[in-house]
């Protein structure tokens, strides 16, 4: 039986919804490892690199360099023969087919606007040299199995899907002072949690933050958003829209916990880590129809086109006007994130690498 490691360079970078993934289905697979339902596990990883808080599986530092260098070319040296999982869409060109890599969406091939030119072109070439060199790719959603097939000239039936789970976000308390803060009241303001790529659609949120604005509400914004959405929309836009920059995620629990609903505009999503989340905590979610989201939320969520900012609006309308409606999605939200949990992926995770005899 081959050994496993795990390509730890994700414990020395920032956290986005990559190194959420991999942050928690290794701490998963780790709790299942206490308990002898999944086999132990070096995480390997460049030196300086955060605690992972493993307990059956052992960190080890590798190598001199980091980053890209670190992953072609320490990475592979440090493998001894074991499988290598690669968890946050690159991975090393010299560990050939002995491993698995999971490429989170095709954006680099299907959103070429929200990535420098740099950065599109080594995804490129590297996830088309990994499958060419045998790698086991797989991905997050049957929307992105789709699209990295088409994106690698693959059957689609060779990828395997690892949904990810929605419980991380309940294990630390929720900060209520971030709504003193920011001025917010409970269910008194919609809640967007995204950045400025251009998939990411924020300028779509004029359209709510007008409708907001009508009923009295606002639309706080958490991330890196530019506050200048909202001042070219002028208006009532202007003065609903609130940007409150990066938040933690106690912060962000307890802004979940207390929102309308969360508005989800994305026009491209691999898979939609904030809409699960937000069900997880209680909060119903609005969203575009469009990448991934549909297979997160089914029916749990309302839907409004991407396309037509107003479909945005009559949502929003619906969600605020209507009696029970929110109750009854808060509900539906609830019982919908019972099928995503960590514990589910690590073990789908595992069931992928028997194939390699691990």
Not at 173 to 197: E, F, I, S
Not at 283 to 296: F, K, L, R, S
């Amino acid at each position: 039986m081959s050994g496993i490691a795990i390509n730890g360079r994700y414990l020395t970078q920032g956290m986005t919804g990559v190194q959420r993934f991999a942050t928690e289905i290794v701490a998963a697979a780790d709790t299942l490892a206490v308990a002898g339902e999944w086999p132990a596990a070096r995480v390997l990883h460049p030196a300086g690199a955060r605690d992972a808080g493993l307990r059956a599986f052992r960190a080890e530092p590798v190598g001199s360099r980091s980053g890209q260098a670190w992953e072609q070319i320490d990475l592979p040296r440090a493998l001894r023969g074991d499988v290598l999982v690669n968890l946050g869409n690159t991975a090393p060109v010299f560990a050939g087919s002995r491993q698995a890599v999971v490429i989170h969406d095709a954006g680099a091939f299907d959103t070429p606007d929200s990535y420098s030119l740099a950065f599109r072109t080594w995804y490129r070439l590297l996830q088309k040299r990994l499958a060419r060199g045998g790698a086991k790719i797989l991905t997050v959603s049957e929307f992105s199995r789709g699209r990295i097939a088409a994106a690698l000239g693959m059957d689609a039936a060779g990828i395997g899907v690892l949904p990810e789970g929605g419980e991380h976000v309940l294990r630390i308390p929720a900060d209520g002072a971030v709504l003193a803060k920011h001025g917010l009241a409970p269910a008194r303001y919609a809640l967007v949690v995204g950045n400025p790529a251009a998939h990411k659609n924020l300028s779509a949120l004029t359209a709510a933050a007008e409708v907001l604005g009508r009923h009295g509400l606002v639309l706080a914004v958490a991330g890196a958003a530019d506050p200048a959405v909202f001042r070219a929309g002028g208006g009532v836009a202007a003065d609903a829209g609130r940007v409150l920059g990066r938040v933690s995620d106690a912060e962000l629990r307890a802004l979940y916990e207390n929102a309308l609903c969360l508005v989800f505009p994305s026009r491209y999503e691999g898979f939609g880590l904030p809409p699960l989340e937000a069900m997880v905590c209680g909060c119903p979610v609005v969203a575009a129809h469009a990448g991934a989201v549909p297979e997160v939320c089914g029916p749990a969520a309302l839907w409004f086109d991407p396309a037509q900012p107003t479909t945005l609006g009559e949502a929003l309308t619906r969600l605020i006007e209507e009696d029970g409606l929110r109750d009854g999605m808060r509900s539906a939200g609830l019982l919908r994130a019972r099928d995503f949990t960590w514990d589910r992926a690590a073990r789908a995770l595992l069931a992928q690498l028997r194939g390699f005899g691990a």
